[in-house]
């Protein structure tokens, strides 16, 4: 069973940078499609970025956080990473990974995906 490990989180001032990691066990990353999505109370679920072979990409990023988050992956490590700058309270979320088969598309890592428990990111203004 593929299980996932976020850590990272925290709590950071508007403009700080954080940087978030996912540590992947049960399964390999090659070949398959990572990404991250946050939650925040009360709005739902935003699918912020996806790369669509690990490793690889291609990358997609929400538009709201375009040109200031970045996924990478350390495939040999099977460590999944989101870099975060320039945050914005707007930010503030439940940060979760998720990897899979289904690179194509957001609707197939839901089906076939497997993702972590999440961690907290707060950001003050």
């Known amino acids: 069973e593929v299980q996932l490990v976020e850590s990272g989180g925290g709590l950071v001032q508007a403009g700080g940078s954080l940087r978030l990691s996912c540590a992947v066990s049960g399964g390999t990353l090659d070949g398959n499609a990572v990404g991250w999505f946050r939650q925040a109370p009360g709005k739902e679920r935003e699918e912020i970025s996806l790369m669509r072979r690990s490793d690889e990409g291609p990358v997609d990023y929400a538009h709201s956080v375009r040109g200031r988050f970045f996924i990478s992956s350390d495939n040999a490590k099977n460590m999944v990473y989101l870099q975060m700058n320039n945050l914005k309270p707007e930010d503030t979320a439940v940060y979760h990974c998720?990897?899979?088969?289904?690179?194509?598309?957001?609707?197939?890592?839901?089906?076939?995906?497997?993702w972590g428990q999440g961690t907290q990111v707060t950001v003050s203004s």
């Open positions: 998720i990897a899979g088969a289904g690179g194509s598309s957001w609707r197939l890592m839901w089906d076939f995906g497997s």
